[in-house]
Structure formats: C-alpha cells, structure tokens
C-alpha cells in the first residue's frame, strides 16, 4: 500500500518508538511511511521532529538521490533499534546494554546542536531562555532528531513497561504509560475494537454451538 494513503500512525507515547512504528499493517497490507526520501520528510514532519522551514531547505537543496540514500538509512537504523527494543522489552536495561548502543552513540556524535538565547513566552517569569537549535546542514540532518527520540527512549523509559501490541498480526510497540500498566493494545481503535469484535463473534459461535 502506498504510505501517501494514509496518515503515518503515532500511538506508541514515545517518539522512538513511533520511529519504529513507522512500517506498519494498518489494514490488510504493510505501509512502509519512510520507504523513499519524500516519505522521510513526509513522516518527519507529521512526527513534529523537524521544523517546517528546516524541511523546505532539505527538499529544496537536496536531490531526490540523496534523500533516498537517506530514508534508506533511516530504515537500516529502524530495523537495527528494533532488535533492540524487542530483546530488550519487558524488563529493565542494565549499565551492560551500553556496548550494544554504540552504533547510536556513534550517530549522535555526528549532530550538530547549539544552544541559543531566546525571547520567552509573553506571560513567562523570566525575559529570556535558552533554547536548543540544530543546524541542518544537509538531507543527513533528518536523522539526527530520530537520532535524539531513540536515545531519549533509552535514557527515559522503563523498558519494564516497553509492549508490543497484543493483537495477532499487529507489530506496533509502545510504552505504556497507563495506570496499573494493563494496557494491551496499540489502540482501541485499531487492534483494540478488532479483538473486541472477534470476542463477540466467538460468543455468538459458542451459543449457537451450544
């Protein structure tokens, strides 16, 4: 199915996980959101991970080429992080994971960030604050904030609580982040209202059996 039909899913209440989340079989057929360059900004912009400006001088100054070569490694990062995650979901990182993280560790090295004083909110206590900003160089740049949203997912949530969707054929992860920590699905909506209808269906079959 072409990614331009439907909307990219965020369901997972953690970007890195949202990256991962980026192939997915919404319906009947897989939906690959990052499988070219226009997809890559596309999927970008819907995930608010790069500031519109910031994505029309990537699509004007870069090629068509370069921006496939960089989707193209943004897929070789997802597949990379999602052996990852889905070893390690379910329980507790350790100090020891840390060798495992170095290809992560390697890209963030290549960022380019700043820090940048900045005028505050109207009704904000102080004048001023200081703002993060990132330099977005070239096509590349697009995988810095991915980058970033990875490495918060690691240093910030408690992997105990990192699920992969209950429902049979679904590959979405997320962090639950629920009271109780019961939550199974990637949404009521999707998988979430699908077992509910098969629950349903399954009753009806065993009272006309019965």
Same mark, same amino acid.
């Given at each position: ?22 192939i997915a079989t919404p ?31 990537? =699509?004007?100054? /870069?090629?068509?080429?370069? !921006?496939?070569?960089? %989707? &193209?490694?943004?897929?070789? *990062? ?47 206590a102080t004048v001023f ?5 990132? =330099?977005?160089? /070239?096509?590349?740049?697009? !995988?810095?904030?991915? %980058? &970033?949203?990875?490495?918060? *997912? ?43 209808v098969a629950a349903h ?10």
């Open positions: 199915m072409d990614y331009r039909e439907i909307p990219a899913i965020f369901v997972a209440d953690a970007a890195g996980l949202d990256f991962l989340n980026s319906v009947d057929e897989p939906v690959d959101w990052i499988s070219d360059g226009a997809g890559l900004l596309a999927w970008s912009e819907q995930a608010g991970l790069v500031p519109r400006a910031a994505l029309a001088d990537i =699509r004007t100054q /870069s090629t068509a080429a370069e !921006l496939d070569r960089v %989707a &193209e490694q943004a897929r070789e *990062l997802r597949e990379w992080f999602r052996g990852f995650v889905q070893k390690r979901k379910g329980r507790a990182l350790s100090a020891k994971n840390l060798r495992e993280l170095e290809p992560l560790n390697r890209l963030l090295a290549r960022d380019e960030q700043h820090r940048e004083i900045v005028a505050g909110a109207s009704d904000a604050e200081l703002s993060h900003q990132r =330099r977005w160089r /070239s096509a590349e740049s697009l !995988l810095m904030p991915i %980058a &970033e949203a990875m490495a918060k *997912l690691v240093c910030d949530e408690d992997f105990t609580y990192v699920k992969a969707c209950e429902g049979p054929k679904c590959t979405l992860l997320f962090a639950d982040h629920t009271r109780g920590h019961a939550r199974r699905w990637c949404s009521m909506a999707l998988c979430g209202n699908r077992a509910k269906r399954k009753r009806i079959k065993e009272q006309e059996a019965g």
